[in-house]
């Protein structure tokens, strides 16, 4: 079963307002999860590693200010898009590391999406 | 530096046909390399996974074989069903680090 779970998968707002998506380890504790956001027909990619107990680190090109993380515990790391505008709907993934059960092969489990439509 | 080169699509097969995706790959030490698959309106799902060269890897009659020599990560599957419809990446993932490298990704529909 799904070990990574995002909420919620869809969400409309308005333009100027904030949407908070969650992204939760189910049964582990994952120190770091990353944010992807994926546009349409295109691959992903990778906006932000979300780091427990410290600030994110943001990739190049990545307004930290628009996109804000908070990983507050060792399971659940939040995406804020302040401030909403039509280019800012997108498909948003996380994804998080489980130490024990992928046994150093690197692999990533990912949350179901969550689908932001700005009007 | 490490990547990933993937086959272009969109891909359109009969049912019944046979399945590759080409993938290849740049890596800097000895990563594990991945398929990931997602359905439509789906996050990502592992469809299989190999973690040093000669591994086979399979699952859902989908198989990838570690190439270290060409540095590939072919997927195969040797007859399609509708329900394969799906966008197909292919990653690699070096365990020193918390990087991880897709592919473009590779739409595939199956026509019945």
């Known amino acids: 079963g799904a070990v990574v779970s995002q909420h919620p998968s869809r969400v409309i707002c308005k333009s100027g307002t904030s949407v908070k998506i969650e992204c939760r380890s189910l049964?582990?504790?994952?120190?770091?999860m990353f944010w992807y956001r994926q546009f349409p027909k295109q691959s992903l990619m990778l906006m932000a590693t979300?780091?427990?107990?410290?600030?994110?680190?943001?990739e190049q090109g990545v307004e930290k200010d628009k996109f804000l993380i908070n990983h507050a515990s060792l399971t659940l790391s939040t995406l804020t898009v302040t401030s909403a505008h039509p280019e800012d709907s997108s498909f948003y993934i996380c994804?998080?590391?489980?130490?024990?059960?992928?046994?150093?092969?690197?692999?990533?489990?990912f949350g179901e999406g969550s689908r932001l439509t700005v009007l | 530096g490490n990547s990933v080169t993937q086959m272009e699509g969109p891909v359109t097969l009969s049912e019944e046909a046979f399945l590759t995706i080409n993938c290849t790959y740049t890596?800097?030490?000895?990563?594990?390399l991945f398929w990931y698959v997602q359905y439509p309106g789906e996050g990502l799902q592992l469809l299989l996974k190999?973690?040093?060269?000669?591994d086979k890897g399979s699952n859902k009659g989908f198989e990838a074989t570690y190439r270290k020599e060409t540095t590939s990560f072919h997927l195969e599957k040797g007859s399609v069903q509708v329900s394969d419809s799906a966008v197909y990446f292919c990653?690699?993932?070096?365990?020193?680090?918390?990087?991880?490298?897709f592919g473009t990704g590779t739409s595939l529909t199956v026509i019945p």
């Open positions: 994804s998080a590391r489980d130490f024990q059960r992928e046994r150093g092969t690197g692999e990533l489990f």
């Open positions: 049964d582990f504790q994952a120190t770091t």
């Open positions: 979300s780091n427990e107990g410290s600030k994110a680190t943001y």
């Open positions: 890596a800097t030490g000895y990563p594990s």
């Open positions: 190999a973690t040093k060269a000669d």
């Open positions: 990653a690699l993932s070096e365990y020193t680090g918390n990087q991880f490298y």
